[in-house]
């Protein structure tokens, strides 16, 4: 078992930065994947980022690349999200995930543990 929490959420103004972690308690989190996944009320939960359990790995979705950035840091069982020029669509309860085994790592019915999520909100 792994134990997720996130914490860093949040109220920023549209083009300010957040960051948000993830930290892990439990069996050794380096053997696992990491994502950033977020989720409107009612809609489909929506792939954000992911890391592969090296670190040497990543992946973002096309709204994202250029402004989010994952890390990992194995020693300390915990992973990030840096969000920058954030924009009010950005704005959602964003879900820190894992799950071992090679990719894709898009699918959220491929992870096997969550943490309980944390709220980012941009504002206009």
Do not use: H
């Not at 792994?2 to 860093?8: A, K, R």
């Not at 990719?103 to 941009?122: I, L, S």
């Amino acid at each position: 078992q792994v134990q997720l929490v996130e914490s860093g959420g949040g109220l920023v103004q549209a083009g300010g930065s957040l960051r948000l972690s993830c930290a892990a308690s439990g069996r050794t989190f380096s053997r696992y994947a990491v994502a950033w996944f977020r989720q409107d009320p009612g809609k489909e939960r929506e792939f954000v980022t992911a890391i592969s359990w090296s670190g040497s790995n990543t992946y973002y979705a096309n709204s994202v690349k250029g402004r989010f950035t994952i890390s990992r840091d194995n020693a300390k069982n915990a992973a990030s999200l840096q969000m920058n020029n954030l924009k009010p669509e950005d704005t959602t309860v964003y879900y820190c995930a894992a799950r071992e085994g090679a990719g894709p790592y898009y699918y959220p019915n491929r992870y096997d543990y969550w943490g309980q999520g944390t709220q980012v909100t941009v504002s206009s």
